[in-house]
Every structure is written in structure tokens, then in C-alpha cells.
């Protein structure tokens, strides 16, 4: 049976706990911005023009994404590919979703809300890194937030070091890319990455 409406839906599954809708903020309360500071990783989900969906991951040290109040998100877009999938998602559609992510803890927050891209280096001086601004931010007005239950992180046992697995297992970056690309070897791109990084980690 292929579910194509509500009433199917509702009938496969029961009717949520008002919890549920009630933990659903329209702002950033103390405790999403306390877990926005201490987030050093979060996924940025948006939708071009034409009905696509990207999702991008974004990390930086801890409160890399600044909260400067209640509701609005401060995201910064630190170099990389040039490709900005992203930008260019917001340029045609400003509707974004983020989930944030804090090492160790099974609890993410959910923000939605809409964004659009600043280059103002006031608005960016807070999300500098040793002294150098990001190319240009997303600037996101918070619609919802709130925090999500920790019952995928703890079926998936994301953060216990015996369900790592062993890297070796799955080829590196460079020999997926050669093999689906065939432009350059695995060596080179995996050493092209390595010196990406480097620098990276001086920014």
C-alpha cells in the first residue's frame, strides 16, 4: 500500500502526544541558544528554485553559529568548493532547515526558518576566525525550534567508540571521487584534500 493522503497516514499511525506540538518554539529560547554556543556541527538543509533539496553539513569550533537574539541565526560560509549550493538555494527559495549536533550528547535542536546572505563585515566580525571574516553569512529569521529526543542517536549508537568502524573498510574521498569521476587518481585528489584541510584548520 503506497500512503498518498492524511487520513491514510493517520491511520497507519496514531495521533501525536500534545507534547509534541507543544515543545515547538517560535523563537530561541534560553536553552536553543545555550545548545547553539556549545554546537560545533550542524546540518543546513535548503531548496533551489527549482524543487531540489541540498543538505550541507557546517562545522566550526563551539557557537560558530551565532545567536544574536532570540530570533535570528548568524551562519558563516567559510571557503571551500566555490560551488555554493547552498547560496544559490537561498538566492531562489530562503526557506532553510538546520540541526545542530553537540559531541556526546544524544539531543539535537531543529531550527526552520528563512535566510538570506550578507556580506556586511559588522554582521560578520562575531563569526571571524583568527582575525579573517567569512566570505558572506546566512543571516536566518527563526520560524521554529526545538529540541528533539535522543532515540536515533541512541539506536544508531552514533557516539560509542565500538560501533566505530574500521576506516580502512571504505575507500578515502580520493578513490571514490577517481572512481566516479576519472579526471585525476586517487592520490592526487586525497592530496589535494589533505592540503585543503591544512589550511582549514589555520582559518
Not at 497516514?9 to 500534545?18: H, I, M
Not at 507534547?19 to 560545533?40: G, T, W, Y
Not at 563569526?127 to 567569512?134: A, E, T
Amino acid at each position: 500500500m503506497v500512503i498518498s493522503n492524511m487520513p491514510e497516514l493517520r491511520t497507519a499511525y496514531r495521533e501525536p502526544k500534545p507534547l509534541a506540538h507543544q515543545k515547538v518554539l517560535s523563537r530561541l529560547d534560553e536553552h536553543s541558544r545555550n545548545f547553539i554556543a556549545i554546537s560545533p556541527f550542524c546540518v543546513l538543509t535548503s531548496v533551489g528554485a527549482d524543487g531540489m533539496m541540498d543538505t550541507s553539513p557546517r562545522g566550526d569550533p563551539p557557537g560558530f553559529v551565532a545567536a544574536p537574539d532570540e530570533r535570528t541565526l548568524l551562519i558563516p560560509d567559510r571557503p571551500g568548493n566555490n560551488q555554493v549550493d547552498t547560496l544559490q538555494n537561498v538566492v531562489g527559495n530562503p526557506e532553510v532547515g538546520l540541526l545542530f549536533f553537540v559531541p556526546g550528547m544524544n539531543e539535537t535542536l531543529r531550527v526552520s526558518g528563512t535566510a538570506e546572505i550578507v556580506t556586511d563585515p559588522e554582521l560578520l566580525a562575531p563569526l571571524s576566525v583568527n582575525g579573517r571574516l567569512p566570505l558572506s553569512g546566512l543571516r536566518v529569521t527563526v520560524k521554529e525550534a526545538f529540541l528533539h529526543c535522543g532515540r536515533a542517536f541512541i539506536r544508531s549508537r552514533l557516539w560509542d567508540p565500538d560501533a566505530q568502524i574500521e576506516r580502512s573498510s571504505y575507500p578515502t574521498y580520493g578513490q571514490v571521487v577517481s572512481d566516479q569521476v576519472k579526471v585525476m587518481s586517487a592520490e592526487e585528489i586525497d592530496a589535494s584534500e589533505e592540503g585543503a584541510n591544512q589550511v582549514d584548520q589555520l582559518w
